[in-house]
């Protein structure tokens, strides 16, 4: 069955950073475009970065642009968010999404806490 992993999640102090994984299976994930979001409390899921299928193409949120950069290894079905300069407003539950057509996968999510 269709399997998105998220890893990497975890506390790191401001200015810190982190490294998010996201392991997939059971679809052609070198067909699908992938992409990072990330949830706060109490605010909507917003969309952080996503890249298409071949790595032609990456689209960031203004709020990560030059801090954030999203990579893929279709060879190894895995998805990558490195996380630079973090802030304590990056804090959230962080998701990864598969996209082709009507076809949309979600992972469980990884918590990212930015405190000192």
């Known amino acids: 069955q269709v399997q998105l992993v998220e890893s990497g999640g975890g506390l790191v102090q401001p200015g810190g950073s982190l490294r998010l994984s996201c392991a997939a299976s059971g679809f052609t994930f070198g067909t699908y475009a992938m992409s990072w979001y990330r949830q706060a409390p109490g605010k909507e899921r917003e969309l952080v970065a996503s890249i298409s299928s071949l790595s032609v193409s990456t689209n960031y949120a203004d709020s990560v642009k030059g801090r954030f950069t999203i990579s893929r290894d279709n060879a190894k079905t895995t998805v990558y968010l490195q996380m630079n300069s973090l802030k304590p407003e990056d804090t959230a539950v962080y998701y990864c999404?598969?996209?082709?057509?009507?076809?949309?996968?979600w992972g469980q999510g990884t918590q990212v806490t930015v405190s000192s």
């Open positions: 999404r598969a996209d082709r057509s009507l076809a949309r996968y």
